[in-house]
């Protein structure tokens, strides 16, 4: 028989905290509480892995004949870039294998998502499992909350959103740059790249505008919202979005894959663009 909880010694929290009833059962839950935390931990697993593969691939990126882009490796800075993807110029020389092409902006994107308020929740209670879910004692005896390294390192998630903006103005920029075509006496072309690029961009700043931080950089700090029309309009605009904000964390997760697969495909030779224009 397990001894009272008020006996148990050296734990403040979690599983053997003196205030949860002293039974030996981590949870009475008979439902299936473990599917959503097993889900998030295989959804994150699958995108880690891939663009983690993407990203040090160093071939495929980029389509010159259409000027597709993959967003896994703009902007392309390095000597080494494929002739053309060079959007913003080649400012180093060849990289070693262990630093990816777009080693700028991966960098900011990762911190943009890992200091996410929605992802934080999801590995924070699928991964560190704290908690795993409601009526589930966490497994840890203490808990400092985020006021420590390296988690403290999650207040900076404005920062990271402002970043996040230039690099989604970038991808627009590498979007618009895909409707130029030589193929076509007017220069302009239009193929079913050019309609994922445009859905995953679009998506990528839905995200990125329904964040938590944009919302407080647009309607924060202000006492009086009467006197302030125009940013209470974007911040109640914001707001909406912001209901959704888990959703769209993981449809860009999904387009980010999508369009690196089938540019890879386009740029590898195994398909061929699908044209409407040039």
């Not at 008020?6 to 053997?16: C, D, K, N, V």
């Not at 230039?166 to 239009?190: C, K, P, Q, R, W």
């Not at 950089?217 to 959704?244: C, D, E």
């Amino acid at each position: 028989m397990s001894a009272p909880a008020a006996q148990r010694p050296g734990r403040g929290t979690g599983i053997f905290s003196p205030t949860r009833a002293a039974i030996a059962a981590r949870t009475l839950r008979t439902d299936r509480w473990w599917k959503a935390p097993l889900l998030t931990d295989l959804g994150l697993a699958v995108f880690i892995v891939y663009a983690t593969v993407r990203a040090f691939w160093g071939s495929a990126y980029w389509v010159p004949e259409y000027h597709y882009l993959t967003p896994f490796y703009s902007p392309c800075v390095s000597t080494a870039c494929a002739p053309g993807s060079s959007h913003l110029g080649q400012w180093v020389g060849a990289l070693p294998w262990f630093i990816p092409m777009a080693f700028i902006s991966l960098p900011f994107l990762l911190l943009f998502r890992l200091t996410c308020y929605y992802y934080r929740k999801a590995y924070y209670r699928s991964v560190w499992q704290s908690p795993t879910a409601c009526a589930v004692a966490e497994p840890r005896g203490n808990y400092t909350g985020e006021t420590r390294l390296p988690l403290i390192i999650q207040n900076s998630h404005r920062y990271f959103f402002y970043v996040a903006v230039l690099i989604s103005t970038l991808n627009t920029y590498d979007a618009v740059v895909a409707f130029h075509s030589d193929e076509t006496a007017s220069g302009f072309g239009f193929g079913l790249g050019n309609l994922i690029l445009v859905g995953n961009v679009t998506l990528l700043w839905i995200y990125t505008v329904s964040c938590h931080s944009c919302r407080h950089a647009t309607g924060g700090r202000l006492k009086h919202f009467s006197k302030h029309p125009v940013r209470y309009w974007i911040w109640t605009q914001v707001s909406r979005l912001n209901t959704r904000h888990m959703e769209f964390a993981w449809i860009t997760l999904g387009t980010l894959m999508l369009t690196d697969f089938y540019i890879m495909l386009v740029a590898s030779g195994t398909i061929t663009d699908l044209r409407f224009i040039g």
